[in-house]
């Protein structure tokens, strides 16, 4: 393959946006992806607050954003990339599973994992209940029972966003104090529709079809207890996929540090989404990401061409 002028790492919804921009640019953009195209989105059973699109499965919005970028001209690699380097002539190059590719630019759009308790009931229920994501899922569960797990900012937050659509919210954390910053955690504690239970895990969360309880777990009293419930909601942090952009700035959680344009301290790298340093992950600012950072690769094409204007 001839040398790649913009190589997308990741192919969800910020690296899915910044290959139709590079393409529409007319810039040789190639996405690498080990998985299917995606990302988070693939976990959004009905993606209803996108702007001007009707409710959507997460998947089918996935796929018509991919043939909207094949159509501009992106092209899709499925190879596992192994690493990233820059080189002295100040190209990328990439080392895949198979292969090895030379680009002039690259986007980091590898997103994050939310961090999961690995418990029974966990992983299938996600989407019948289960759900990392209050601004996501949470209008699906107005007026309904709500447990929330966590004790950081996050899940503060989180909780308190949930309190807007229900009365009946049970919070758990399994210390006796939370991690949260005082003031965000006095907006928990002094919420009425809140109910704290502390030293307090989840264990199990029960279906059959959706998610009707918990098995709960005191650890003060070394004891289990039941709760009926009719959605969980976990958020007990979440792990930035950007060990493969060492050589960038990362801040304290690994998450890849960027200006406005999306530029990392490393000329050439741009990164979006949910991998760098930003203060709300939803599907339509990591599109938004995605768009800045192809817009912004262009420009420095243009300016290591010799070509800015």
């Given amino acids: 393959m001839d ?19 590079a393409a ?32 959507i499965n997460g998947f089918d919005f996935s796929q018509q954003m991919q043939k909207q970028a094949q159509e501009f001209g992106a092209q899709f690699i499925m190879q596992d990339i192994k690493s990233i380097e820059k080189q002295a002539d100040g190209f990328f190059k990439i080392i895949t599973s198979s292969a090895q590719y030379t680009t002039k630019a690259v986007i980091a759009a590898t997103g994050a994992k939310h961090k999961t308790l690995d418990i029974p009931g966990e992983s299938e229920y996600i ?6 994501c209050a601004t996501c899922d949470g209008p699906f569960f107005r007026n309904k029972h709500i447990l929330v797990v966590g004790g950081g900012d996050a899940a503060c ?6 309190s807007k659509l229900t009365d009946k919210i049970t919070m758990i954390h399994r210390r006796d104090t939370f991690r949260a910053q005082k003031a965000i955690a006095d907006r928990v504690l002094n919420n009425p529709k809140i109910k704290v239970l502390w030293n307090t895990e989840l ?6 079809d959706i998610v009707t309880s918990a098995t709960l777990y005191n650890n003060a009293k070394k004891e289990n207890f039941r709760l009926d419930i009719d959605a969980a909601f976990i958020f007990i942090g979440s792990e ?6 060492g050589m960038a700035t990362r801040d304290d959680q690994g998450y890849l540090i960027t200006d406005g344009q999306m ?22 600012t990591a599109c938004s990401d995605g768009a800045i950072a192809a817009n912004e690769a262009s420009h420095y094409l243009d300016d290591i061409a010799g070509k800015a204007y």
């Fill in 127 to 132: 989407g019948r209940g289960v759900s990392y």
């Fill in 3 to 21: 040398i790649i002028d913009v190589a997308i790492i990741g192919s969800g919804s910020a690296g899915l946006s910044a290959a139709q921009y």
């Fill in 263 to 284: 530029r990392t301290n490393i000329p050439g790298l741009f990164a979006a989404g949910d991998v760098r340093n930003t203060p709300f992950r939803q599907v339509v």
């Fill in 203 to 208: 264990k199990e969360i029960h279906g059959p």
């Fill in 24 to 55: 529409r640019a007319n810039l040789k953009a190639v996405v690498f992806e080990r998985m299917a195209s995606g990302g988070q989105c693939l976990l959004i059973d009905n993606l209803e607050n996108y702007p001007g699109i009707p409710a």
């Fill in 157 to 162: 937050d989180e909780a308190t966003f949930l």
């Fill in 240 to 245: 930035p996929q950007s060990q493969l952009f």
